[in-house]
């Protein structure tokens, strides 16, 4: 099966913002290439070969040229269209994808990496991104699971939305929670997160459900995780007191630091309170807690 892959050569600085049209361009994921010695980096965006790629490669090019206005500079810009087949797919990314560690006791591990635990309060997540690329790599997830790490209570139910790979909801059980159910709306992202799970045969209670958003859910929920574009979460968040206990809390990630404002605003006008903001790079993760009766 082929693959297109658009390679970004764009300055340092800019490197959240292009992620972020790439994804809303249709990217089924990104991959960051960095150079010590240079300001410039790569990001390369692969996207099925179905997609008509000559005029978004327009308007790409004219989005990164407009962050000028917004006070990025991208430097000088560059967008090479590149194909590729399903196994320089795959190694391209157990190339690039590492173990990581989460935080002192969270360590997220390839497939086909080899790691042995050298404490026994470490949690080890085992994970094979597929081509829903939800690696645990990218600033958003991390977020994510450091304040799921943080808040989850034992046998807390838990709802994902946007699950992607299954890295939060198998995190989740790992770490102790009861029921878990996730909410993916791409048929190949649910298939990869069961595989993940099966990866991981301590994470119990966990299930996967294609759904657009919420759609399949059923009955309420005391956490609620989603980490999905703001775009998304506009359309998430006024549905998610409908399935959310009263004083239940909501991880949201993925949430570029532009559309912080315009996220607050509608939780506090959908019944929420902040309780915890926390960011990195350009990326920024809410806790809330649902208040209305």
């Known amino acids: 099966m082929q693959w297109q892959k658009l390679v970004v050569q764009v ?62 500079d991208p430097g000088r810009v560059d ?3 590149e194909q590729i087949n399903e196994t320089s797919w795959i190694h391209q990314w157990e190339k690039y994808y590492n ?9 997220i591990v390839p497939r086909w990496k080899d790691y042995q635990s050298k404490d026994s309060r470490e949690t080890v997540l085992r994970l094979d991104p597929g081509k829903s690329f939800g ?48 909410f993916e709306n791409d048929p190949e992202a649910v298939l990869a ?7 991981n045969p ?15 859910a059923d009955g309420k929920a005391d956490l609620m995780l989603a980490n999905i ?27 570029n630091s532009a559309k912080e404002k315009l996220i607050v605003d509608l939780l506090a006008a959908n019944g929420f309170v902040i309780e915890s903001s926390s960011q990195m790079q350009d990326w920024c993760a809410l806790v809330a807690k649902f208040e209305q009766d």
């Open 99 to 107: 173990i990581q560690h989460i935080s002192r006791f969270l360590t």
């Open 79 to 81: 967008l090479q269209l």
């Open 11 to 72: 300055n340092n600085q800019a490197r959240a913002a292009v992620e972020n049209i790439l994804l809303e361009a249709g990217s089924l994921g990104n991959q960051l290439i960095t150079d010590q010695l240079s300001e410039q980096i790569k990001i390369i965006g692969y996207f099925d070969q179905d997609q008509d790629l000559s005029v978004k490669i327009k308007e790409i090019n004219s989005r990164i040229t407009e962050l000028k206005t917004f006070g990025l």
């Open 202 to 216: 301590m994470a119990q209670k966990v299930s996967f459900h294609q759904s657009n958003l919420l759609a399949a």
């Open 229 to 255: 574009l703001p775009e998304v979460l506009v359309q998430l968040i006024p549905t998610v007191g409908n399935y959310l206990v009263h004083n239940g809390r909501f991880i949201l990630s993925g949430i």
């Open 193 to 199: 997160a069961k595989k993940n799970l099966a990866l």
């Open 135 to 182: 690696t645990g790599m990218h600033p958003t997830t991390v977020l994510a699971l450091h304040q799921l790490e943080f808040l989850l209570k034992p046998n807390t139910r838990v709802f994902d939305v946007g699950a992607g790979s299954g890295v939060l909801s198998i995190a989740a059980s790992l770490l102790g929670s009861g029921e878990v159910v996730a």
